[in-house]
């Protein structure tokens, strides 16, 4: 299993300011959040997969793959859902079948196949921005456009740098108390015990590599200067604009299009 | 442009001054070499100069420190960061960015200038450091050679007048500072220089000046290197402070009568004061030892043991190696090898398949981790990733509580452990709290404590000064001839020639010499290819060997002083 990551690769979205693509991504979210049935994620899903293949040019196959984990749990929502449906909140729930003690019924299986795809949809959606978004122009982006204290900004950069290095040290001090003889354990116990000893040499060097990058980054006159400047300055361009507002036009018209066809059911706070 | 006042300092919440009374200058263009054993104030004397003491860190600072002219009390961080530049030890954690490019023009940013110079001086930098192709490369994709380059890379393009290095090589492998020593050397005379170094042999000829820390954070002395090595070494080797090796074989030749004029700091100043000596060394006791320990039953046997990672890199290939009881092996090749896979394999921390590797023996899959832990000890290169207990004491007895041996007989053998490793003055403290040689002698004891018979050493000298790594490798080797196998991976080639009797070179995966260390070194190309590089004293002899074909092969200082008294 593969989680996603930056996806390195030329397009309008990679090209795109991070800061108003992040934008366009909530309102999709929102978007997405506010639904109860089941074909407007099924839209947005759709939607998503589109904008990442056209204007991210990430490969259909790749999308999937890397989707797949979550297919399992949307699968996972239908069926408990189906099975499990609260039939006291409908007054004549459709029953379409029985098995053992559990109902299945048509309101659970729908509103189980909402939910599926509305966490498949907000997924994609974080997909696409992750993958298109280089994490140094993100925060330089955060810094320059959403006005982010640039000393908070690069604290991020660095965390994210450290991550791998600490995951190589997790795993080398797990091999190492191996050694010991310390087996795996299973009991509570045991594990809190097993936590204290993983955790105190992983701090030990977190806090040790922590003061030395900021050693380092103060040595380079960190934070020291009255005015930084920035190498690479990020814009708001106007494709930018232009692609937020494509957005918006195209969420209204979903919705709109759907509440045409009778298809919406509740959306938002209206009632249904 | 650098002078220090009577200069000291205390860490806020330390007891005693790390530093006390520290005057030292020097001239413009200078390259001064700081030695002195771990833990006597280096690097906060470094930190001192560059301005980060009194600025950052806190404590309590004593005396004045000037650099041009500019007192760092008195000065900002940002005046200063474009005087002073300092490259730190550990090449992962001095870079904050993600690429080369963006890493460089960090500090650029953090001093203000316009986004047009930044980049011509990135371009400048980088090309300088021979780093101009890897401009947007991402830094987890450079070696550890490139990223101390890069280091200086970003401190040059903020131009400024004093470089300090502490320990710039400490963490490279012989390869990566083959590439970075002469990457350094071009700014020899450009920059005033301070330098932290344990590796000498290759940096002595840049050296105008040698400084001497003593224990106490003080100045024992200073001067021209040679005038203060020459006279002084018995301090330095009670002070157990790194030589460079052509000097420590002067001195030992000295004591033995034989005098080497002028005093040599470099092997090719020891190959010319050599040949004019009248003496002609005697070729006795260096030809290789016949090994009988082939004819020993392996301790260790490996099988085509392949491995591949599940991203697809494949780090062993088909290796077939063999290590006989009661032997001292040494596992060599460039970083990623394959050597701690390799290790890892012989512990199950990485599951061999069946068949492919034999503990004394007997197939590892068959073993229990309880008989394997019993047979086998690990010592890994950071000791305290494997510290379990909260004091010196329970780390010792928690591999013999673990088996339930009975307290009694637990407390007697962690005692007999505490004397033999020099640590029972420190049985009530919590490991963390040792220092460096502590910590490596008990992560040493501990992987003894029930008398395992094969011990697996992942640099074991790593990080030490010179008086703790010559106990550790005591210790090994009278544990070698009590009967113990030893296995240690390494780059120090002069460890392997003082007391590894056997090794196996790997590359890329593959066992691409086994034998004995003598005729490793005979093979030039092999060397070459695999990015080994020679001790220092056999290079001289090599050097003698050109003139003089029949000139012994003398490996270590001890063979040289026997050819020649």
Redesign the interface.
């Known amino acids: 299993m593969h989680f996603f990551e930056y996806y390195e690769r030329d397009s309008f979205l990679h090209r795109a300011n991070p800061t108003t693509k992040l934008m366009a991504v909530f309102v999709l979210l929102l978007a997405v959040i506010m639904a109860f049935d089941p074909f407007t994620p099924l839209l947005f899903l759709i939607f998503a997969i589109a904008l990442m293949c056209g204007l991210g040019r990430i490969p259909l196959f790749y999308i999937l793959r890397t989707l797949i984990p979550f297919w399992l749990v949307a699968i996972g929502f239908v069926v408990t859902n189906g099975f499990l449906y609260d039939v006291t909140k409908v007054q004549t729930p459709t029953v379409l079948g029985r098995w053992g003690p559990f109902l299945i019924t048509q309101e659970g299986l729908e509103a189980g196949l909402s939910l599926g795809l509305r966490a498949l949809a907000i997924v994609s959606y974080s997909m696409m921005f992750v993958m298109t978004t280089a994490p140094t122009d993100f925060v330089l982006s955060l810094i320059q456009q959403a006005r982010l204290s640039y000393r908070f900004g690069y604290g991020i950069l660095v965390s994210y740098r450290f991550m791998p290095l600490l995951q190589a040290e997790y795993d080398t001090i797990r091999a190492a108390h191996k050694v010991r003889g310390v087996g795996e354990r299973t009991g509570l116990r045991d594990r809190y015990q097993q936590l204290k000893r993983y955790a105190v040499p992983l701090l030990a060097s977190a806090i040790r590599k922590s003061e030395r990058v900021a050693l380092a980054m103060d040595s380079k006159a960190f934070g020291a200067a009255s005015a930084r400047t920035y190498y690479r300055a990020l814009h708001v361009r106007r494709g930018d604009w232009l692609f937020l507002a494509g957005v918006v036009i195209a969420v209204v018209l979903i919705i709109m299009g759907l509440a045409w066809l009778g298809l919406l059911k509740g959306y938002g706070i209206v009632p249904e | 442009m650098i002078e220090t006042r009577h200069l000291g300092f205390r860490y806020a919440f330390g007891k005693r001054a790390v530093l006390s009374d520290i005057n030292l200058q020097l001239e413009k263009g200078e390259t001064a070499l700081l030695l002195g054993p771990s833990g006597c104030g280096k690097s906060t004397l470094a930190?001192c100069l560059?301005g980060?003491i009194p600025?950052?860190?806190e404590g309590e600072m004593r005396g004045e420190v000037f650099v041009d002219g500019l007192s760092t009390r008195e000065s900002?961080?940002?005046e200063?960061?474009?005087k002073v530049?300092?490259v730190?030890q550990?090449p992962?954690?001095?870079?904050?960015?993600?690429?080369v490019?963006?890493e460089v023009?960090?500090?650029?940013?953090?001093?203000?200038?316009?986004?047009g110079e930044?980049?011509a001086r990135?371009g400048t930098a980088l090309r300088q450091m021979g780093l101009e192709q890897e401009r947007r490369t991402r830094?987890?994709r450079l070696s550890g050679g490139m990223k101390q380059r890069l280091a200086l890379a970003?401190l040059l393009a903020?131009q400024p007048d004093v470089l300090v290095l502490d320990e710039p090589t400490a963490n490279l492998d012989p390869q990566g500072a083959a590439e970075f020593l002469p990457a350094l050397a071009t700014l020899k005379g450009q920059r005033t220089m301070l330098i932290v170094e344990h590796r000498l042999d290759d940096l002595m000829h840049l050296v105008d000046r040698v400084v001497i820390m003593g224990g106490e954070g003080r100045i024992l002395l200073q001067g021209m290197p040679r005038e203060v090595l020459a006279t002084n070494v018995d301090l330095l080797e009670e002070q157990g402070i790194w030589l460079p090796q052509a000097a420590e074989l002067a001195w030992h030749l000295a004591k033995a009568g034989v005098r080497l004029e002028p005093f040599p700091l470099t092997v090719e100043e020891a190959a010319a004061a050599l040949r004019k000596l009248p003496q002609r060394p005697l070729s006795r006791d260096v030809e290789e030892a016949s090994s009988p320990l082939s004819f020993a039953p392996p301790a260790i046997e490996l099988r085509h043991l392949s491995f591949a990672y599940p991203n697809g890199t494949r780090a062993l290939d088909d290796v077939q190696l063999t290590v006989a009881r009661g032997d001292f092996f040494a596992l060599l090749g460039p970083n990623g090898s394959g050597k701690t896979t390799l290790a890892?394999h012989l512990?199950?921390?990485l599951r061999p398949p069946p068949g492919t590797v034999y503990i004394q023996g007997r197939d590892l899959v068959a073993l229990s981790?309880?008989e394997l832990?019993q047979q086998v000890?690990?010592v890994?290169q950071?000791p305290?990733?494997?510290?379990?207990a909260d004091t010196v004491y329970d780390e010792l007895a928690?591999?013999l509580r673990?088996?339930g041996i009975n307290e009694a007989e637990t407390q007697h053998r962690v005692e007999e452990l505490l004397a033999e490793f020099g640590l029972a003055a420190q049985a009530k403290d919590n490991p963390?709290r040792l220092s460096q040689g502590q910590k490596r002698r008990l992560s040493l004891a501990?992987?003894l404590a029930i008398g395992q018979q094969i011990l697996v050493l992942d640099e074991p000298t790593f990080g030490q000064d010179r008086r703790s790594a010559r106990q550790i490798m005591e210790h090994l080797r009278r544990l070698n001839e009590r009967g113990v196998t030893i296995i240690m991976i390494t780059h120090d080639m002069r460890l392997v020639a003082e007391y590894a009797r056997h090794v196996a070179v790997l590359m890329a995966g593959r066992v691409v010499y086994q034998g004995s260390v003598r005729s490793l070194y005979h093979q030039a190309a092999l060397l070459e290819k695999t990015s080994l590089v020679t001790p220092p004293l056999y290079r001289l002899a090599q050097r003698l060997q050109q003139e003089n074909p029949t000139f012994p092969d003398l490996m270590t200082g001890e063979d040289w002083v026997r050819a020649y008294t």
């Open positions: 930190l560059d980060l600025h950052v860190i900002s961080v940002a200063l960061a474009s530049g300092i730190f550990d992962e954690s001095q870079f904050c960015m993600l690429t490019e963006d023009a960090f500090g650029l940013e953090n001093l203000g200038i316009p986004p930044i980049g990135i830094l987890d970003c903020m890892m512990m199950d921390i981790t309880y832990t000890g690990y890994f950071n305290e990733h494997q510290f379990v928690y591999s673990v088996r963390f501990t992987m």
